[in-house]
């Protein structure tokens, strides 16, 4: 645990130096379980259903996402939308604990998530992992307990899964739904540039 209590700082730090600027400016929807960012107005909306405990996700945070804010998301072609999509009840705690860090710190909470992954989601006591990374960012033990008894938060996360299913028919992670198309599975930058590239001619 104290190595894991390392690893988190310093990923806790480089987000502070890296994601802060773009985290201040990312807004989130009016469901609990939706955040997004990137211009509203971007011509492309890529939605991405994804569960914190799922190696392919976390795959994608760290190799492919920085690549998409750079290219297309800072720049305003793309506005991403994260949308929940659990597949155990570690990965549904830990979304929980995302969205009770607040909108500003969210997407550097799934960050962390994402890059501490095969430490907590496979740790013996995930509880006591994730209420670890929780103070690491800034949240009180009260406010820890709170979010993870928040039941109406819970239920939030579960819905959207369910309104993934039926609205896009999502039945793995990560799954992309780029302008209304499905693209289930993790893509590289190049395979994304070739479905987001034709989208912006013109625009």
């Not at 496979?122 to 307990?145: C, F, T, V, W």
Request: aromatic content about 8%.
């Amino acid at each position: 645990m104290v190595r894991l209590a390392g690893s988190l700082l310093g990923v806790f730090a480089f987000w502070v130096v890296i994601w802060l600027p773009l985290a201040l400016v990312e807004t989130s929807a009016a469901e609990p379980s939706e955040q997004a960012m990137g211009d509203p107005d971007a011509p492309v909306t890529l939605i991405e259903y994804a569960s914190l405990t799922c190696p392919h996700c976390a795959q994608f945070h760290i190799e492919v996402l920085p690549d998409l804010k750079e290219r297309y998301i800072s720049a305003g072609k793309v506005r991403l939308i994260y949308r929940d999509f659990p597949l155990d009840q570690q990965a549904l705690t830990a979304a929980a604990l995302a969205h009770c860090a607040g909108p500003d710190r969210y997407f550097g909470f799934l960050d962390v998530l994402f890059e501490t992954q095969s430490s907590w989601a496979q740790a013996e006591d995930y509880l006591g992992a994730l209420k670890k990374i929780g103070k690491l960012g800034g949240m009180s033990d009260e406010q820890i307990d709170q979010c993870l008894a928040d039941q109406e938060l819970m239920d939030g996360i579960l819905q959207t899964r369910l309104d993934g299913q039926k609205e896009h028919q999502v039945s793995s992670t990560p799954t992309l739904v780029v302008n209304g198309e499905v693209y289930p599975g993790s893509r590289s930058i190049e395979a994304l540039s070739e479905v987001i590239d034709p989208l912006l001619d013109g625009s």
